[in-house]
Nanobody, 123 residues
Framework: QVNLVESGGGLVQAGGSLRLSCVAS????????VAWFRQAPGKEREFVVW????????DYADAVKGRFTISRDIAKNTVYLQMNILKPEDAAVYYC????????????????WGQGTQVTVSS
């Protein structure tokens, strides 16, 4: 059982930056796929980025490509989402997700989820 806890959300002005963190406990993510999703009020959960924990392929949603960067600290069992040039449409609850076998853009592919962290972007 893997437990994921996100942090780092908050209020930021448009054009600003935030870094989200997702700390995993209860198991190592060494063979997992990890991802970030987001969900705005009244909307479906939306894919942001995913990558294998071991590195290599990284897939970003077009809406965030060039502005967001996923990274990880193996020693801390933590995955990060650096978000730059934030826009009002980036405002949402951001979720970290992990799965030992799957990956990709569909929320249903991920077994483990964090509780989410709120990102608010003022215009």
């Amino acid at each position: 059982q893997v437990n994921l806890v996100e942090s780092g959300g908050g209020l930021v002005q448009a054009g600003g930056s935030l870094r989200l963190s997702c700390v995993a406990s209860g198991g190592t993510l060494s063979r997992y796929r990890v991802a970030w999703f987001r969900q705005a009020p009244g909307k479906e959960r939306e894919f942001v980025v995913w990558t294998p924990w071991s590195g290599g392929l990284t897939d970003y949603a077009d809406a965030v490509k060039g502005r967001f960067t996923i990274s990880r600290d193996i020693a801390k069992n933590t995955v990060y989402l650096q978000m730059n040039i934030l826009k009002p449409e980036d405002a949402a609850v951001y979720y970290c997700a992990a799965d030992p076998t799957a990956g990709g853009r569909r929320p249903g592919s991920y077994k483990y989820w964090g509780q989410g962290t709120q990102v608010t972007v003022s215009s």
